[in-house]
């Protein structure tokens, strides 16, 4: 079993930069697609940006493009999300998501979420 913890979300000015992390627990870490998503209130969840095991290739929402970097150290356990040049529009509960299954088509391993708002 794989738990994914969270953190770094808060309240930031519109332009504003958070950067996210997300710390998993057990030794296969660096085998895991993983992913951040995020869903806004009355809004479904979006994915946001995802990495391949090796950090190679990386894939954004177009919305994010530009502003957010999806990075990862495996020795470390942890995938990072860089949000730059915050807006509005960025608020919501981000999650970080793990070892994508190509059957079911929904990833295996997910996080509690972490809130970030964006103030204008």
């Known amino acids: 079993q794989v738990q994914l913890v969270e953190s770094g979300g808060g309240l930031v000015q519109a332009g504003g930069s958070l950067r996210l992390s997300c710390a998993a627990s057990g030794r296969s870490f660096s085998r895991y697609t993983m992913a951040w998503f995020r869903q806004a209130p009355g809004k479904e969840r979006e994915v946001v940006a995802t990495?391949?095991?090796?950090?190679?290739?990386?894939t954004y929402a177009d919305s994010v493009k530009g502003r957010f970097t999806i990075s990862r150290d495996n020795a470390k356990n942890t995938v990072y999300l860089q949000m730059s040049s915050l807006k509005p529009e960025d608020t919501a509960s981000y999650y970080c998501?793990?070892?994508?299954?190509?059957?079911?088509?929904?990833?295996?391993?997910w996080g509690q979420g972490t809130q970030v708002t964006v103030s204008s």
């Open positions: 990495i391949d095991r090796s950090g190679g290739s990386t």
């Open positions: 998501a793990g070892q994508y299954n190509f059957y079911t088509r929904e990833y295996v391993y």
